[in-house]
């Protein structure tokens, strides 16, 4: 996993993201103080490798980012992913497309109306995910090793395409 701080990182691995049929996105947000939710965290994955962009990180521009959300040659695989748009929609003014939602398929598949991913993973595959750190404060730097492995093994990360 690699951790994004600068534009050039950024603009670097969406270039190589970009060619992938589709990327996996998870965003990490404060909202329990602010009207809209402040982007601290955007974790993105190909089936070659995961990335972790500070989007706190001093100076970073997230154009790159925004700009893969927008490309219409990349599914952007989200899960419960009304929040994520709309956290790309203020930053943005955009609406990642194309888009699947993996709770809107499982609720299609009969896994109930809005089931979480930890409970998505936990009855397809028998594995559970470490879910300790979702209610941390990512606005705090630098991040810790704690959040950083949370990150590591959090929604996505070990996608890899059948």
Known sequence: MELITTTSELSAACERLARHPFVTVDTEFLRETTYYPLLCVAQMASSDEAVVIDALASGIDLKPFFELMAN????????????????????????????????????????????????????????????????????RRPLTPAQTTSLRYSRFHSVKAS
């Open 72 to 139: 219409p040659g990349v599914l952007k695989v989200f899960h419960a992913a009304r929040q994520d748009i709309e956290i790309v929609w203020h930053r943005a003014g955009i609406i990642p497309r194309p888009l699947f939602d993996t709770q809107v398929a499982a609720m299609v598949l009969g896994y109930g109306d809005s089931i979480s991913y930890d409970q998505l993973v936990q009855r397809i595959t028998g594995d559970a995910l470490d879910k300790s750190h979702r209610f941390t404060d990512w606005t």
